[in-house]
T-cell receptor, first 115, second 109 residues
């Protein structure tokens, strides 16, 4: 199957700083990428959908100014958590979908800890 | 409202026993349903999708539109099946997936 890579796998940052998480599709062109947040032993909550070259669509309750998403190319989307606070600590997962099918391939996730 | 419900948070069975992970959905159109699996410390991966009607690792799932269910079944559980299982629905809006809460399957020796 197709490979989606997230970087970094884990990050610890100080409260008030910003953190950027990258999501790359390594062997296919991802027209759409999705960003999820997962709490321990809980489901994945969709945060936003990003389409290459256009603004991301955020789910209800997700602050677009706090979680900046950029999808500048067909192989890269980034999520920037701005002015991070401890309550933003979570596991962030991206998935990428190509044009030709509905299957979404998932990254390995990024564990963010804000101290 | 579009929703996926997995009523069991944890399912514990012994090796060799049959297993059924329940999934019910709420969707007004024709859904596309999936089962994803997340093994310990690994990424989420697709287990099976209802349109392909295939069996992966001995697991099968049948879409029952009358009962709005897509339960995942395996006749003889193995220890390596222990993982988190997520039922998901594609609402045909650009591939957006709606996930259930997940069921942790624990297969004891």
């Amino acid at each position: 199957g197709a490979v989606v890579s997230q970087h970094p796998s884990w990050v610890i940052c100080k409260s008030g700083t910003s953190v950027k998480i990258e999501c790359r599709s390594l062997d296919f062109q991802a027209t759409t990428m999705f960003w999820y947040r997962q709490f321990p032993k809980q489901s994945l909550m969709l945060m936003a959908t990003s389409n290459e070259g256009s603004k991301a669509t955020y789910e209800q309750g997700v602050e677009k100014d706090k979680f900046l998403i950029n999808h500048a190319s067909l192989t890269l989307s980034t999520l920037t958590v701005t002015s991070a606070h401890p309550e933003d600590s979570s596991f962030y997962i991206c998935s990428a979908q190509g044009l030709s099918n509905t299957e979404a391939f998932f990254g390995q996730g990024t564990r963010l800890t804000v101290v | 409202a579009q929703r996926v419900t997995q009523p069991e948070k944890l399912l514990s069975v012994f090796k060799g026993a049959p297993v059924e992970l329940k999934c019910n959905y709420s969707y007004s159109g024709s859904p596309e349903l999936f089962w994803y699996v997340q093994y310990s410390r690994q990424r989420l991966q697709l287990l099976l999708r209802h349109i392909s009607r295939e069996s992966i690792k001995g697991f099968t799932a049948d879409l029952n539109k009358g009962e709005t269910s897509f339960h995942l079944k395996k006749p003889f559980a193995q220890e390596e099946d222990s993982a988190m299982y997520y039922c998901a629905l594609n609402n045909n809006q650009g591939g957006k997936l709606i996930f259930g809460q997940g069921t942790e399957l624990s297969v004891k020796p």
